[in-house]
């Protein structure tokens, strides 16, 4: 009876500690996912790192936090689904078609200069305005979400069919099939057409139409991040990049972040649709 009175003490003792490991905060999961983004995710991921550190001083997380830099939906999914991100800095089109399913709330916004995604155009070397490019190829890699392309970007000025799509893999890879003459025009990003200055016969690229500016990319709360939580991230949003941590958004390619909500959003969500 003592013996087993002694074995039941010790499991209490063993399951009080595992209770007081599990309570200690463990790091807060941040996803970082920038679809169509020009370098790849092992060049960012160090950057991404430095980032989050800035935030889990500035929002004294305990158990500080660790941030995740993905490019792909597919990727994105399987990390909100096993690490249970409390927060998130996706891209816009990946926001409006995540944003039902895992519940996201607007909480800020991030200015960069480096990011792209605010407006798009079409670029040719030859056509002079969109009808120029209709019906003809269009290189991108853009397309393969046509409810983004067709209900935000272009509102109503063409649909995907009016062209001859070439769905390429890398945002380079977009502008090289146009200086090939393999394509006549490219739906292209900003964050592209800033990077045409810097490659060879792209200044012999222009813009023959472009898109509205959109809102900046969302950063988004979880419903894993309480209240209390996700309140005082979005207060001390503007102040992560003030001071000494300036440079590190600098390397990033922040110029601005700052709170918002879903009410910025409002426009581009309705243009979306349910």
Not at 66 to 87: C, M, S
Not at 127 to 156: P, Q
Not at 215 to 223: E, L, N, S, Y
Not at 227 to 255: P, Q
Request: aromatic share 6%; net charge negative; hydrophobic share 45%.
């Amino acid at each position: 009876m003592r013996q087993l009175l002694g074995s039941l003490v010790t499991c209490a003792v063993i399951s009080c500690v595992l209770r007081i490991a599990l309570a200690r905060d463990p790091a807060v999961p941040v996803l970082v996912l920038k679809e169509h983004g020009v370098g790849s995710p092992v060049q960012a991921q160090p950057f991404v790192d430095k980032f989050i550190d800035i935030a889990a001083s500035a929002n004294e997380w305990s158990g500080g936090g660790r941030g995740q830099y993905l490019t792909d939906r597919q990727g994105a999914e399987l990390y909100i689904e096993n690490d249970k991100p409390h927060y998130g800095i996706i891209s816009l089109g990946a926001f409006l078609a995540l944003r039902q399913k895992y519940k996201l709330d607007v909480v800020g916004q991030v200015d960069s200069s480096l990011i792209g995604g605010r407006e798009y155009h079409v670029v040719s070397a030859t056509a002079t305005d969109l009808a120029g490019c209709k019906t003809k190829v269009l290189a991108s890699n853009h397309t393969r979400d046509d409810r983004f392309v067709e209900k935000i970007i272009a509102r109503g000025a063409f649909k995907l069919s009016d062209f001859e799509i070439m769905q390429t893999a890398r945002p380079l890879q977009t502008i090289r099939k146009v200086l090939s003459g393999e394509a006549l025009c490219a739906l292209i990003d900003d964050a592209q057409l800033a990077e045409l200055a810097h490659i060879d016969g792209g200044n012999g690229l222009h813009s023959v139409w472009k898109s509205a500016m959109l809102p900046a990319m969302p950063v988004v709360a979880f419903p894993r991040a309480s209240e209390a939580e996700r309140t005082r991230f979005s207060k001390e949003m503007a102040g992560i990049c003030d001071g000494d941590d300036r440079k590190v958004c600098e390397e990033v390619g922040i110029v601005a972040l700052k709170a918002a909500t879903n009410v910025d959003y409002a426009d581009v969500i309705a243009a979306y649709g349910e």
